[in-house]
């Protein structure tokens, strides 16, 4: 394992049902991030795990949303009762979290497609 | 919170030209300045950081500068390839924790960079 990995890669649902995303870090990397980019716009941030604590959640993240790290390895990112306004491309990110250095690294996302 | 201004939102130039995009940012706190390009369907790729106790680095074609004063911080990209066309994204981050990189990274709206053959 040489990146970090998401799946699945495109998710199509109809609105108001419940899909969940993972994302696997780099191994060894202790801090994981969720992230997400519409179309013509730079990722933001939803929420941040060290291990499996979650330190930070964005006001974006409805009550709708929730993310887990329940052993300090894989995340799920579930979104209940899909909008349209739900589809985006969800980014998932880690980076070492030891040291002064803490490089993000990227998977290649999840898109979304509400219909 | 912290927000980034990105210019230009499209940029096209001549194989063999200078690029560079610039980058403002609102929180003075803010300490690390990642750069990342994406290609079209692709994940952002790290391609260059600064921190703030430095105020230039360079990696090969790219370097990056970082004005704390006036909170901007540019790309330069020289000797452009067709291969360096993509999305260019700057980011910013306050590291918690004091001197550190960790925590979210606040992106810039992107820069379209088209190099012609």
């Known amino acids: 394992d040489t990146g970090v990995s998401q799946n699945p890669r495109h998710k199509i649902t109809k609105r108001g049902q419940n899909v969940t995303f993972r994302c696997d870090p780099i191994s060894e990397h202790n801090r994981l991030y969720w992230y997400r980019q519409t179309l013509g716009q730079g990722p933001e941030f939803l929420t941040y795990f060290q291990n499996e604590a979650q330190l930070e959640k964005s006001r974006l993240l409805s009550d709708r949303f929730s993310a887990e790290r329940p052993k300090g390895s894989f995340s799920t990112l579930e979104i209940q009762r899909t909008e349209q306004g739900d589809s985006a491309m969800y980014l998932c990110?880690?980076?070492?979290?030891?040291?002064?250095?803490?490089?993000?690294?990227f998977g290649p996302g999840t898109r979304l497609t509400v219909t | 919170g912290e927000n980034v201004e990105q210019h230009p939102s499209t940029l096209s130039v001549q194989e063999g030209d200078s690029a560079v995009i610039k980058c403002t940012y609102s929180?003075?706190?803010?300490?690390?300045f990642p750069w990342y390009k994406q290609e079209l369907g692709k994940r952002p790729q790290l391609i260059i950081d600064i921190r703030s106790n430095v105020g230039e680095k360079k990696d090969q074609r790219i370097a990056v500068t970082l004005n704390k004063t006036a909170k901007h911080f540019s790309l330069h990209i020289t000797e452009t390839q067709p291969e360096d066309s993509a999305v260019y994204f700057c980011a910013a981050l306050k590291g918690v924790g004091g001197g550190t990189s960790y925590g979210k990274l606040t992106f810039g709206q992107g820069t379209i960079l088209t190099v012609h053959p």
């Open positions: 990110a880690s980076s070492l979290g030891r040291g002064p250095r803490d490089e993000q690294y």
């Open positions: 929180d003075s706190a803010s300490n690390y």
